[in-house]
């Protein structure tokens, strides 16, 4: 893929960022403020860096997570869930200082997201100097996967120590709020997955990025500024890529939407396994769009019996 880079799957990847409790409620019609809602509502485990650590468990691929969680019974049941999917998580922090992370979104009828509330406050616990702790764990690996929940110095410190051991970095910007973490290192990513909302950030926030020729564009922007796979997520319209040999659109497979949660995440862990596996970008894509329709369909973060026949099975129908 990018000139310097020798990947290989049989290396694991270092995925850093947040990790939490996931309550999503899908409401049963229009929203009304200032009163209770009837709803469908589900709990399950998640975080951007969470999810797609145990996305690429699931696919098989060798995955060690650095995350922060709480000292209570989500972090036990969550740390239970990872194991059981293969993830190493002899990094992670375990902390008393705080309660494990919480996503709580709220859902149209039809799955679209309304609005979200997080409480990721306890990742500020993977300090520089925690970080520091696991250098080694830079120099095993075969590619680095970071959101944007990271503190600025934590960030500073992992993109330094990533740097040191010549090791791709992928990232995922993670919401609109938090993407502007990521705009000094743009330049140094191999990839980047933004929605539409966190591309203009990353790129020009003066231009919007709203439809496809757009999108088109601020993957070819971001490819300019040194990326060396960017994706833009286009929800329910697919995505646009580039590299710098490369550009395309594919659209969203048709899927009935039951849960939105975690798609993004599906998609990035799909196009790194691919990668990692040698795959051509284009059949990487097609990969991660599959991953990210499966997602869709599956009401919570992560589908628990993902692997690759599943989603080559979802590329024919």
């Known amino acids: 893929m990018e000139e ?24 049963k019609s229009d929203l009304h403020i200032d009163t209770s809602n009837p709803a469908q509502i589900r709990y399950s485990f ?49 902390s008393a200082d705080g309660n494990t992370g919480v996503y709580l979104a709220v859902l149209d009828p039809a799955g679209r997201l309304q609005l979200a509330l997080d409480d990721m406050r306890i990742i500020s616990g993977l300090t520089p100097q925690y970080v520091r702790q696991y250098a080694g764990l830079f120099e095993d690996a075969s590619l680095l996967f970071i959101d944007a929940n990271l503190p600025k110095e934590t960030l500073r410190t992992v993109m330094s120590l990533a740097r040191q051991a010549h090791l791709p970095v992928c990232a995922d910007p993670t919401s609109m709020l938090l993407a502007h973490r990521l705009r000094p290192y743009v330049s140094r990513f191999f990839m980047i997955s933004p929605n539409s909302n ?55 497979f048709r899927t009935e939407v039951l849960d939105p949660t975690g798609a993004g995440d599906a998609l990035s862990a799909a196009v790194i396994f691919a990668i990692l596996n040698g795959m051509q970008i284009d059949e990487a894509m097609q990969l991660g769009v599959a991953a990210a329709s499966l997602t869709l369909s599956y009401r919570g973060a992560v589908v628990p019996d993902l692997s690759l026949e599943k989603l080559y099975d979802r590329l024919v129908v």
Not at 4 to 26: E, M, T
């Open 46 to 94: 998640g975080g951007v860096a969470r999810n797609v650590a145990e996305n690429l468990a699931r696919l098989g691929q060798p995955v060690r997570l650095m995350t922060a969680v709480g000292k209570d019974d989500p972090a036990d049941a969550l740390m239970e869930v990872l194991v059981g999917a293969g993830v190493d998580v002899g990094a992670v922090l375990r």
């Open 198 to 252: 966190e591309a203009s950030i990353l790129c020009d926030p003066s231009q919007q990025v709203s439809n496809r020729k757009q999108a088109l564009e601020a993957a070819k922007c971001m490819v300019g500024q040194g990326v060396g796979v960017a994706i833009i997520t286009l929800a329910e319209r697919g995505l646009c890529y580039a590299t710098s040999e490369i550009s395309g659109y594919i659209p969203a």
């Open 4 to 27: 310097g880079f020798i990947f290989s799957a049989d290396k694991p990847v270092l995925v850093i960022g947040g990790a939490g409790v996931d309550i999503v409620g899908r409401l």
